[in-house]
C-alpha cells in the first residue's frame, strides 16, 4: 500500500482502514519532527491513497514519571516549532499539553473515531511503548506503529548485526525515507555543492 518496507510497519489490532474515515490520523509520539519522519511518511501516502485530509496529533504529557519542568519547555518548544512547520505545509496539527486540570484521557480515542487509520511512531523502550500496549486495545479502526528508529528498522537487527555477508541490502536504507538519496544499488545519488 505504501512504498515503507514491511519490516518497519507493524499492525497493532485486529481492525482494519475505515475508509469512511474522514481523515487519516498521524499520533506523533516519538519522531517529532517533519523531516526524516518515516511514520509520517507512511500517514502521507495511505492519505494520499485513500483520497483524505492528513491530520496530526502531538500530545504532551506533564503526568510520567521523568516529566519536569525542563522537558516539558522543551517539548512545548517542539510543538511550537511543529506547529510552524504544519501550518506552512498547509497540514492540519493539533498539539495537546495536558494539565493538572486536563489529562486529555479519550482525546485520541475521539479523534480515532473519525479516521479511516491511526499511524504512529514504534519505540522500543519506556513511555511510548507502554501507551501503545494500552492504546491498541481502545482503537476501532487499524492502528499501524511505524519503526523509525534508525537506517535498519529493529526488526533485523540481528540479522544485520551478523549477517552472512558483510552488506547490508540497501532497500533497507532506501525504506528509511526517500530523502536520504539512496539509489536502488545503494548508492548515494545526492549532488554534491
Not at 512504498?3 to 490520523?25: A, D, F, K, Q, W
Request: aromatic share 8%; with cysteine; hydrophobic share 35%.
Amino acid at each position: 500500500m505504501t512504498s515503507m518496507s514491511p519490516e518497519r510497519t507493524h499492525v497493532l489490532n485486529e481492525h482494519g482502514i475505515n475508509t469512511e474515515g474522514s481523515y487519516v490520523l498521524y499520533w506523533m509520539i516519538a519522531t517529532r519532527r517533519l523531516h526524516y519522519n518515516p511514520s509520517l511518511q507512511y500517514a502521507v501516502e495511505m492519505a494520499q491513497q485513500l483520497g483524505k485530509p492528513l491530520l496530526v496529533f502531538e500530545a504532551v504529557s506533564t503526568r510520567h514519571e521523568y516529566a519536569s519542568d525542563r522537558i516539558i519547555t522543551f517539548m512545548t518548544q517542539g510543538l511550537l516549532d511543529n506547529l510552524e512547520h504544519f501550518n506552512a505545509h498547509r497540514i492540519r496539527y493539533i498539539p495537546w499539553v495536558s494539565t493538572p486540570l486536563q489529562s486529555g484521557a479519550g482525546l485520541l480515542e475521539m479523534l480515532a473515531s473519525e479516521s479511516c487509520a491511526v499511524i504512529t511512531d514504534l519505540f522500543p523502550t519506556y513511555h511510548p511503548k507502554h501507551v501503545l500496549e494500552q492504546v491498541k486495545s481502545r482503537l476501532s479502526v487499524q492502528f499501524v506503529a511505524v519503526d523509525g528508529n534508525g537506517v535498519l528498522p529493529l526488526s533485523i537487527g540481528e540479522r544485520a548485526l551478523f549477517p552472512k555477508s558483510p552488506c547490508i541490502p540497501p532497500s533497507h536504507a532506501r525504506s528509511f525515507c526517500p530523502s536520504l538519496g539512496i539509489d536502488s544499488k545503494g548508492k548515494s545519488n545526492s549532488k554534491k555543492p
